[in-house]
């Protein structure tokens, strides 16, 4: 059994099924009948009638002898029948069927048929001198040519009806009726013929050295194929047209040899659908498949479980069609049919990649395949001495169009040739990433995903240094939201689309497994793309190394269009020093949080990125790029929980950094022992961000910020001259001063004081009075502003950031206040969230627009009187009555405090009704409770201290005034703030 397969040539491969021996003599002759599954045999002059498939013979037929030769007739659409000739002289016709062998013409002869053939009526023989014919009704023989010794072995070959081809003298092959006459030419043949076939018009016919193939009707040998020692064959009319022929291996005649089969066969569809393909003519071309499938269609359906190898072979051979149509459309710049088409034949990736330049790792070898060859005509671009085999990559093929462009004045606005090559540069390139990226995870991809992936960066590298910005897919991006760690709120609308360029390209590489490190790493290098190499850099792990060429980007000694900016450098920083920071997840999700959310006092930083983050911004502030150190420092999440010792001492000392535990590196202790050396303006922005962004409530750091803002108003104030932006800068950073005195509770205003008193109590007045009110002589602070300064706008600003103060203590007193931390951040008064745990709980605003009202009087002229009067009858000003009662002058008119009177007496009563209420609810729940208590088995205490913690957010349980609810975890034993619970705890 043999059939064809398929592996980028033709071969037919044969299996020994069953070997039977038959006879003890040589086997002369075999043919074989589908129809009724027999094999006819002739050895020795006996003839046999096998079984087909178990090679036994069949009892039921006879066994012939002295049969000189035999012809078997098995068309399909005929009764086989069976002709012998026997040597002596005879002549027998036999129908054959499946279970009997009926004979239905006999005949004698004068001489005994060497080679007998059957016709539709005759029977043609061929005896030892002569050709002659047989009626099959009447019986009549009639002699056709006599050849005499001229031919050694006489062949018979039924063509058509009753005319026979016959082997004449000169090896002339004649074409005879049944009575001898010829109506065409002969044929010239071969001498020593083996065998001969005729299909149509055409006759096949095998020597020892040759196969031909000639024309019936011009007469004309077609086609030559050379052989070496054939001694038998046969044809196939149906399917393919196969020729079968056996060859025996030279050797000496005394030595017995093995044949080989070599199979012969009409040209493959597939090589003439790629020659109409190369000739242009792309409908036949299309028209040939669609009947090839149209073939196999039919043959599945007749013969379904029997020709699944055909199906096979016809996918391999369409899926060479297609990637050639497809690479037809691709060299002609039709990229869409071109794209169908190569996912039609599932293409070999390298096919496309080497006709590209540098997407190959250099020094891989790649030979395509010749199929897939078409060869450009323009001679401009191929000399006439190139070598036709090679393949016509991108470049030329840019050329051919631009070229072609300028020929057929395709080319209104005169662009350049050069343009024009590089415009279709850029096509290929963006069909190319387009392609990839669409099967970068394909099945037919898989063996070569390494050169893909590697492919795609460099070409959205070139895209991008061209001016493209290439879009991904959903298929290519990472599983899961991925924020880049550049994303920042400073980011302005001219540097968005950079940011979001840079953000692909991150995405990108985080989206693909199987990149060659080493070829894109020297490709990177030769593009100049550094930012794109760093990345490469952190996907393989040298977390360093990419860091490094980040810091030269940042420092202006490298140059990457493509790098975002300092937001980038500075977001991966601020993410390594993180305390969840894995190198994994920087590639599969990164969510920006707040820095307290960010970063709790259980979590552990790596030792090694937070070494690296150090390192990292030690540069920075040592090179004297103090915004980029300042913009490091404000990205980085604080911890307060790990103190190396106090600020003070850090910031006399000097230890070596290398002595520091990783843990200690990050420290706001450690960050202001490093720089307030060196910067001490970077060290107050510092404090500043501690106590006012992260909520420090370290004394020692709060009395340094004081001491820095202190010291650098005065430094200004004593400088002879200041220019303009010198006394706005002075401005802005008193107003800081003010804000910090007025909101912060935790450093020591006596000290501070003293200071300021000595040194510019004239120049420093509003400083003054923030201090004084910070020890609670909210006279004499009232007293700078207004008698001093005379200022009333101050004034009123003063009185009004404690009247804000203490509604907020009010509003944080209430058992169900449903409080939102972020709902503070709009308070002027509560900006900082920086209330003390031992202001008193009385409200401290009455008492000072009290005084003030009481200095404004005592100016005795007329605005402070109207501003005086003006505080008295506002509905929404809090008063003591009782005291301004008595400072108002005896001859005031009523109708002037007439607002304020009706106000005081409402507020007096309301007043007293509300604490009679409060006393009789206050008791009643107090009753309430002691029953309860007494009711329970056992009572639940919950031990409530000065440090006790809360549970979510870490921070003392006072930290917003001792007034501030909480909520107890009986079950758990926990504490928490009222608003740091959230919808998922159970109450």
Known sequence: MFEEREIGCTIFSYVKLLARTISDSPVKKVKACPTINILVILASGNLLICDAEQLEIVNFFPTFNDVADFHLTAEAETTPKLCLGFCTQIVKLYSLSKATLLLIFEVRLTYVPRVVCTGLDFICCATDDRYVSVDLKTGVVTDLLEFGENVTKPFVTYVAKDEFLLYGPGSLGIISDASGKSQKAPLQLSPNVVESFVWKNYVFTVTDEFFTIHSIQSQKQLQTVSLSNATAACFSSHGPHLAVVATAVSGRRDQQTDPDLIVIGPERWDSLARKFILADCIKQAKSLLLRQSARIESLLQNRPASSKNEQKIFNVRAKHVFGLLGFYYFEKGDFSRAQRYFEKSLIDIRELLVRYCDLLPNGYSFTPDPFYLLHAQDNRIHSPESDCTQFCGVPELSLAHAIRATDANKNPDNVTVHQLTEEWNLQYDQFLFDFLQKHHKSRFAEEYSHFLETALVKLYIKLLQHGVKPVLSEL?????????????????????????????????????????????????????????????????????????????????ELKDENFPGVDFYVGVLRWLAAPTAEFSTFWTKFELQSQTELFDDSAESSSSYVKLVWQHFCQALESGHFELAETILLALPVCFSRKVSSPTG?????????????????TP????????????????????HLIFTNDDKDS???????????????????????????????????????????????????????????????????????????????????????????????????????????????????????YDSSSLRANTAADCQLDSTDTPVSPVAPELFTILVELCLARHDDYHEDIALQLINSPDIPLDYSKVLSLIPGDFPLQRIAKFLRRALLTTSTQASTAQLQWGLSKCCANQSALQVAARPTSVIVHVEEHTKCSRCSRELGAYGPSAPFAWFIKTKQLAHVHCLKDSDQL
């Open 476 to 556: 290519i991006l990472p599983p899961g939201p991925m924020f880049g760690p550049f994303t920042s709120s400073r980011t302005n609308d001219s540097n968005q689309q950079q940011a979001e360029q840079s953000h692909d390209l991150v995405n990108l590489i985080s989206g693909l497994a199987h990149i060659d490190v080493e070829d894109l790493m020297s490709f990177l290098k030769q593009s100049n793309s550094p930012h794109t190499l760093a990345l490469i850099y952190q996907w393989q792990g040298n977390l360093g190394a990419a860091l490094e060429v980040w810091r030269q980007l940042v420092y202006g």
């Open 669 to 688: 202790d450690n960050i202001l022992r490093k720089i307030r050396p060196i910067s001490p303006d970077l060290t107050r922005r510092y404090l500043r």
């Open 650 to 666: 850090l910031a006399t000392s000097h230890t070596d950094d290398s002595s520091l535990a990783p843990s200690q590196c990050l």
């Open 700 to 818: 020692e750091h709060h009395n340094l910020l004081a001491q820095l803002y202190s010291d650098f108003i005065l430094r200004k104030l004593d400088a002879d001259t200041q220019t303009t932006t010198s006394k706005e800068c002075l401005l802005s950073v008193r107003r800081e001063f003010c804000r910090f005195l007025r909101y912060s509770y935790y450093y020591s205003p006596n000290a501070l004081l003293e200071i300021l008193n000595k040194t510019a109590s004239k120049s420093l007045s509003y400083e003054l009075a923030i201090l004084h009110g910070k020890k609670g002589d909210h006279r004499s602070a009232l007293d700078i502003l207004l008698n001093q300064v005379s200022d009333i706008r101050s004034c009123l600003s003063y009185c009004l950031s404690y009247l804000y103060e203490d509604q907020t203590r009010l509003h944080r007193s209430l058992i169900c206040w449903p």
